[in-house]
């Protein structure tokens, strides 16, 4: 992959862990409106769709704007106190910098989250360019971001690499007809990622180096 110019990463569950954070803004939700809590295994699996999508299957309908509210007003205190870098990370976007990469975030978590995360865990100097799913009219396993990034990059598919933890981002990267790299250890279950055949599969975000 020696033309490889651009490098666009998903954000939870590849570069960063804020399921604790999730958990707790969730769950918080659910206890304010009188709903029974949920363990931690259940919503992670839900993780991955935008927080909208988070929480809709376990809210009424009629409550789930005031949910939305109560969870993104948690959430910001929440990822302050839980969310944190997997291993690796850091060094891995630096040495990817030094070596002239372009880096850029495509994540379905809405704007004012991802840039909450990326300037307190100190990694907003290290990306280019940063799109969620907010800002387009449809959110990941749709190509758009992927896409979008790209075009303002004017880089061809060919110089491009997508790296994600979940079925849905084999399945944006396969669709953007882009290179798609899967870190296993994030929402989707092995199986879930192997049967929609990313360009490669590892275990450790540190092993993606060798594959450039």
């Not at 990463?9 to 809590?37: C, E």
């Not at 809210?59 to 007003?73: C, F, I, Q």
């Not at 907003?124 to 990034?149: M, Q, S, T, W």
Request: proline share 5%.
């Amino acid at each position: 992959m020696q033309d490889i110019k651009l490098i666009i990463f998903d954000l939870d569950g590849t570069l960063v862990d804020a399921y604790a954070a999730i958990n707790s803004s969730f769950n918080y939700v659910l206890r304010k409106l009188g709903l029974k809590p949920q363990r931690a295994d259940v919503i992670r699996r839900s993780v991955g769709w935008g927080d909208l999508n988070l929480l809709k299957p376990y809210v009424p309908g009629s409550d789930l704007k005031r949910a939305l509210r109560l969870y993104r007003r948690h959430h910001k205190h929440s990822l302050l106190e839980h969310a944190h870098l997997y291993p690796h990370a850091r060094p891995l976007l630096r040495r990817l910098k030094a070596e002239g990469y372009k880096l850029a975030v495509a994540s379905n978590r809405p704007t004012e989250f991802s840039l909450i995360l990326l300037r307190h865990l100190r990694l907003i100097e290290l990306f280019d360019y940063v799109l969620c799913a907010d800002k387009l009219r449809h959110g990941k396993p749709n190509p758009e971001i992927l896409n979008k990034i790209i075009k303002r990059f004017s880089f061809k598919k060919a110089q491009v690499l997508y790296v994600g933890d979940m079925a849905i981002d084999a399945q944006a990267g396969r669709r953007a007809k882009v290179k798609t790299i899967i870190v296993t250890g994030g929402s989707s279950s092995n199986l879930e990622i192997k049967k929609e055949k990313p360009f490669k599969v590892i275990s450790r975000i540190d092993r993606l180096p060798a594959l450039l």
